[in-house]
């Protein structure tokens, strides 16, 4: 942001004492010290456990910026890459609402398919919607074999998913999609902390028990596990 443009340069100049040290080259020098992040990046960039997982997270997401504006759309996006991932999802409905005539955007909904595949086995974009990795099972597994939630393994916190296959379909078409009551609709968080400032959306998993039984788990997926 324009405020570390400005303040960060001055950083020598203060360690050496040559100019005066303001309060936010203090916060900065404090919590760098303290492997935080500094207050006043927190107010442009996006939360992270320690510095060095934030700095890290800088340059995944620049990698991803940067190979979508000079080289080409990636073929699969990293969820928590985004700052704003309910907007890239809204940006993707919109996209498919106007590749079909006569779609309304109110009437036309987010659904999903989960591979049984990762992101190092995707060779190409889908035909339509975007391929998402990045997520992790937070109560329970994954089988690979049926597709299907399992039960959580011991002493496993957390479960990486395959990519996920997110697209649209319109509810006000004679064909549109229908919910399946033995699809569990998980929800999604930017970060372990759930709460509505951290909810981006819902995800349909298929399941061999009903979904009360992963509502009793708490099952959720989340984009940041540190």
């Not at 060095?52 to 190979?67: D, I, K, P």
């Not at 999802?89 to 079909?100: G, K, N, S, W």
């Not at 902390?193 to 979904?211: E, K």
């Amino acid at each position: 942001s324009s405020g570390i443009n400005a303040e960060w340069p001055l950083r020598p100049g203060a360690i050496d004492g040559t100019i005066i040290m303001n309060e936010n080259l203090r916060d900065a020098l404090d919590n760098m010290y303290d492997a935080r992040i500094p207050n006043l990046w927190l107010k442009g960039s996006w939360e992270s456990s320690t510095l060095g997982f934030w700095f890290t997270e800088l340059l995944e997401r620049t990698a991803q910026f940067s190979t979508w504006i000079y080289q080409a759309r990636p073929k699969v996006f990293w969820m928590t890459g985004f700052f704003n991932p309910q907007g890239f999802l809204t940006a993707m409905r919109q996209e498919v609402t106007r590749a079909h005539k006569g779609w309304a955007l109110d009437s036309v909904v987010l659904f999903n398919d989960v591979c049984k595949v990762f992101k190092e086995d995707i060779t190409v974009a889908p035909a339509e919607g975007v391929y998402v990795h990045g997520l992790y099972l937070d109560g329970a597994s994954w089988d690979r074999k049926t597709a299907r939630l399992a039960e959580q393994a011991p002493k496993v916190l957390f479960v990486p998913l395959p990519v996920i296959h997110m697209f649209a379909v319109n509810n006000a078409s004679p064909g549109g999609k229908k919910e399946d009551p033995n699809l569990y609709m998980c929800p999604i968080y930017k970060k372990p902390r759930r709460q509505d400032l951290t909810f981006i959306t819902s995800v349909y998993l298929r399941t061999a028990q009903q979904p009360e039984h992963w509502v009793m788990r708490a099952v959720a997926l989340l984009c940041d596990i540190k």
